[in-house]
């Protein structure tokens, strides 16, 4: 393979990684919305997505390896392409939050509106910031941007310690609204997921652009709470 043709190879695999953050995106934005005004029309829309975002995950990871294969990479290209499988399965697993979080608005068709202590679409849009800022560094392959999400994390991880004092004390204290409760508490947490992701994704940009590991690196992250929910 000539220089000319991986590089072109390099370049169409940065695209469909994007197809595939685009895809990723939205299907968190329509989630929340779902939550937000509880229309499973709106759910339907995020499983199909999420179907999509999975074929998509097999064949980037496909072409990632095929260059591998194909090819002896320089460093900061290798490191690239480590970087897109990495990110990939960040991706991926921001599609599984979203389902996630869609799943718990269709088992809360039935249940009553409830006034629960927590603000879910605040902490919806602070981990949906996160997933952007993490995409537009690796678009603009920007290592100083990338680590401005490693100190947007604490953030989302104190919302989420909150969520679940306030919300486990609704259900023990207020027996009637546990079950709906408890679907905020896992959808809180599913935010917290999306918001690990977007670090990871990060961090791999952080590695692919300036050569730098910077995973659990107490000078850039706050070390987590021992006693924080798994």
């Not at 993490?134 to 401005?148: G, H, K, P, R, Y």
Request: aromatic share 4%.
């Amino acid at each position: 393979m000539t220089r000319i043709r991986f590089q072109q190879s390099l370049d169409e695999l940065k695209e469909q990684l994007l197809v595939m953050a685009g895809l990723a995106e939205q299907s968190i934005q329509r989630a929340i919305e779902a939550y937000r005004v509880r229309d499973l029309s709106i759910c339907d829309l995020v499983n199909r997505s999420e179907m999509a975002i999975n074929r998509m995950e097999r064949e980037i990871d496909q072409a990632a390896l095929d260059l591998l294969a194909m090819e002896q990479p320089m460093a900061i290209d290798l490191r690239f392409i480590l970087s897109v499988i990495k990110i990939n399965a960040d991706l991926e697993r921001v599609g599984d939050s979203a389902k996630a979080i869609s799943d718990r608005v269709r088992s809360m068709e039935q249940m009553a509106q409830a006034e629960l202590p927590v603000d879910i679409p605040r902490m919806a849009a602070l981990a949906a910031e996160m997933v952007r800022k993490s995409l537009q560094s690796f678009i603009e392959a920007d290592a100083e941007l990338a680590l401005t999400v490693l100190t947007m994390d604490d953030a989302v991880d104190t919302m989420n310690r909150a969520a679940y004092k306030s919300l486990t004390a609704v259900m023990e204290e207020q027996s009637h609204l546990a079950p709906q409760a408890l679907n905020a508490l896992m959808i809180a947490r599913a935010l917290e997921r999306v918001a690990d992701h977007a670090t990871n994704i990060a961090e791999d940009v952080i590695f692919w652009v300036q050569g730098e590991d910077v995973r659990h690196h107490k000078s850039l992250k706050t070390a987590p709470d021992p006693h924080a929910m798994e």
